[in-house]
T-cell receptor
Framework: EAGVAQSPRYKIIEKRQSVAFWCNPISGHATLYWYQQILGQGPKLLIQFQNNGVVDDSQLPKDRFSAERLKGVDSTLKIQPAKLEDSAVYLC??????????????FGPGTRLTVT | SQKIEQNSEALNIQEGKTATLTCNYTNYSPAYLQWYRQDPGRGPVFLLLIRENEKEKRKERLKVTFDTTLKQSLFHITASQPADSATYLCALDVGYNFNKFYFGSGTKLNVKP
């Protein structure tokens, strides 16, 4: 079974620039999560999708961050414009929430963003 | 304020000993609690899930306890090995109509040969 794919793995941008991250979850997983992990901290949930609908985006800085999950499969997370404090690893995860849910989250390798 | 606390200091133990990691929380009544392992440069990997009505869960050398009165979970690795060295994260399901997980900051475990 293929895991969660993310790209790019690394990105360096200057502040005020825009950046986009892509995630392809495990096939059949209805729930998709985007997390932000700052160095030395645990992952912080930014947004959660159930199929192509947003379930929770209460911690997403909506003035600069946006995310979409078209057709309930792939997802993109965008930052526009980036700030220095956005430097972090952005993790995508998916889980199988249909049938008998196990709530086990499968994480991708993450995208390390550096804003200079 | 809502808080999930894990020991911020690294835990250093000798190979063969039992490692015990702590996850304390306040102001939550989680239905589930998960433990994950994270290696440098990689995403977290799921290890165990324990439900609020379960006191203990085991998987091979791993054991998790969940005390909803103390608001605490303990994660044990018995017969630890250098390969167990990693950061261990706890995550609480704080959702109501849907599952929503908040993570602790993790505890780094170093197992020395």
């Amino acid at each position: 079974e293929a895991g969660v794919a993310q790209s790019p793995r690394y990105k360096i941008i200057e502040k005020r620039q825009s950046v986009a991250f892509w995630c392809n979850p495990i096939s059949g997983h209805a729930t998709l999560y985007w997390y932000q992990q700052i160095l030395g901290q645990g992952p912080k949930l930014l947004i959660q999708f159930q199929n192509n609908g947003v379930v929770d985006d209460s911690q997403l800085p909506k003035d600069r961050f946006s995310a979409e999950r078209l057709k309930g499969v792939d997802s993109t997370l965008k930052i526009q414009p980036a700030k220095l404090e956005d430097s972090a690893v952005y993790l995508c995860a998916s889980s199988n929430s249909q049938g008998v849910p196990t709530y086990e989250q499968y994480f991708g390798p993450g995208t390390r963003l550096t804003v200079t | 304020s809502q808080k999930i606390e894990q020991n911020s200091e690294a835990l250093n133990i000798q190979e063969g000993k039992t490692a015990t990691l702590t996850c304390n929380y306040t102001n939550y009544s989680p239905a589930y609690l998960q433990w994950y392992r994270q290696d440098p440069g990689r995403g977290p990997v799921f290890l165990l899930l324990i439900r609020e009505n379960e006191k203990e869960k085991r998987k091979e050398r791993l054991k998790v306890t969940f005390d909803t009165t103390l608001k605490q979970s303990l994660f044990h690795i018995t017969a630890s090995q250098p390969a167990d060295s990693a950061t261990y994260l706890c995550a609480l399901d704080v959702g109501y109509n849907f599952n929503k997980f908040y993570f602790g900051s993790g505890t780094k475990l170093n197992v020395k040969p």
